[in-house]
């Protein structure tokens, strides 16, 4: 079960092959929900909704209010417990979209995170070899700039993970970052985050004063992260493999559904190891095994992904596909960086991770006003 949100022929016919129907009907526009149960999807059609049937399920078409409003009376009207489930699943999905999470609702270890707008997490690469900013900055003094133009989350590195980035061994990465966070920490009140995939680098890390780890393998990587981030706040990244070999693994028969699923096994991995939810944020993994075209697809149908229930985390700044578009090099790419910041705060993302702090912040000051406007 999940929700698509039709706006093109190709998503329609996206659609159409998710379910199996043989012939796609390229002109669906609007929300569908995806369902496999064929009593819930009947009950969807005696709510008045379209439905069209496929071999592999079906698909239900309306608005997200119509969606929630029919997978209600279902909810109420249905005798079979798995059913009635099954239909405050959808509820609860269309819910989540209709209202996605702010990133306020990132439960952190001692910090609170702003209300009423959409965050920005800070880039701060304690690396020499960063694929925009690698050694171009004291990683403290830049941290402690970042936190002056607005960041609300500092994220320090100190591993590349640019495609065919050389690989550093735990010892190495703790020594770049391990003094940046406990000096960010004793003097900002911005929460730190330590971007790694080794336990190693954030159990002294979180030691040091940092509040998040951000794993950019989802926890597939290193079986002690569990342990070192129990207590801490999370976020999970899509990706697939390394990134020696990422790029060639981005090959999806379904994107967004792909995506999503693999999100909701890293969703389940940490909270099967003890880690609540409310401390979970999941990032959809832009430039990471995803090509140009299918970085510009996830961020158009970015509000698909809001249907998890988790703060959304994007970082599009200064990535290739940016300058697949604009021809600029990647320390030029402000302008292009700051339009997908926005873009993805409208589809939904509730943080943005970025290289360039007062712009997007700027930015997203107009954005946000604009999109709550009246609520």
């Not at 336990?199 to 780890?213: F, Q, R, T, Y």
């Not at 149908?301 to 090099?329: C, D, H, N, W, Y």
């Not at 320390?331 to 712009?359: E, K, Q, T, Y």
Request: charged share 25%; glycine share 8%; aromatic share 2%.
């Amino acid at each position: 079960m999940r929700l698509l949100e039709l706006q093109c022929e190709a998503d329609a016919r996206q659609a159409c092959a998710a379910i199996g129907r043989e012939v796609a009907d390229a002109n669906l526009r609007g929300w569908a929900a995806v369902l496999a149960e064929s009593v819930l999807a009947e009950g969807m059609r005696q709510s008045g909704l379209p439905v069209l049937q496929g071999a592999r399920g079906a698909l239900v078409l309306g608005s997200i209010a119509q969606i929630w409003l029919a997978a209600r009376s279902l909810a109420d009207a249905l005798e079979r417990e798995p059913l009635r489930e099954a239909a405050r699943e959808l509820m609860l999905r269309a819910a989540n979209v209709e209202t996605p999470a702010p990133g306020s609702a990132w439960k952190l270890p001692r910090s609170k995170l702003p209300e009423r707008r959409t965050l920005v997490m800070g880039v701060v690469n304690a690396t020499p070899d960063s694929f925009s900013d690698g050694g171009a900055y004291d990683p403290v003094a830049h941290g402690l700039k970042l936190a002056e133009e607005g960041a609300d989350i500092l994220d320090v590195g100190g591993e590349s993970t640019r495609p065919d980035a050389t690989p550093v061994d735990a010892v190495e990465e703790r020594r770049r970052t391990e003094h940046v966070v406990r000096e960010l920490s004793r003097r900002t009140q911005v929460p730190i985050s330590i971007d790694t995939t080794k336990a190693a680098v954030a159990a002294p890390a979180l030691d040091a004063g940092a509040e998040i780890v951000n794993d950019v393998s989802g926890l597939t990587r290193d079986p002690e992260m569990f342990r070192a981030a129990s207590g801490a706040a999370l976020c999970l990244m899509h990706m697939r493999g390394t990134p020696a070999d990422m790029q060639s693994r981005a090959r999806y028969a379904d994107l967004h559904g792909e995506i999503e699923q693999e999100l909701v096994e890293a969703l389940e991995r940490a909270c099967a190891a003890g880690i609540p939810e409310q401390c979970i944020a999941v990032d959809p993994g832009l430039g990471f095994a995803k090509t140009a075209a299918q970085n510009r697809t996830l961020l158009r149908r970015l509000r698909e992904l809001t249907q998890l229930g988790r703060p959304l985390v994007v970082g599009a700044s200064r990535k290739s596909f940016i300058g697949a578009s604009t021809g600029k090099p990647a320390p030029d790419r402000l302008f292009g960086s700051v339009a997908a910041a926005v873009i993805g705060a409208s589809n939904g993302a509730a943080v943005l991770r970025v290289h360039d702090v007062a712009a997007t912040r700027e930015a997203l000051a107009v954005a946000d006003s604009i999109r709550t406007s009246g609520v």
